[in-house]
């Protein structure tokens, strides 16, 4: 069983979308995402638990970072 995640779970978030995305998503293109999209993709993440309204800019800034970071490594 794995834990919940959370909003200021950053590095789990991106990990995550990364298992889902895969290299579809590349640096450039991770950080184009629109923050609407990015939004609904992480309330989508089954282990996910927090909730639209606990969201904030900074956190999906740093979701994007970390995905980044995260696609970096398995290149």
């Known amino acids: 069983m794995e834990l919940p995640i959370h909003w200021s779970d ?5 990990m995550k ?3 889902r995305f895969g ?4 640096e450039n293109k991770i950080y184009r995402i ?3 999209d990015l939004v609904e993709w992480v309330l989508e993440i089954p282990e996910f638990v927090d909730s639209r309204e606990d ?4 956190h999906l800034e740093m979701i994007q970072a970390q995905w980044v970071y ?3 490594d398995n290149q």
Do not use: P, S
């Open 10 to 14: 950053h590095e789990d978030v991106a």
């Open 17 to 19: 979308l990364y298992e």
């Open 23 to 26: 290299d579809e998503f590349g």
């Open 34 to 36: 629109r923050f609407t």
């Open 55 to 58: 969201c904030n800019e900074g």
């Open 70 to 72: 995260e696609w970096r």
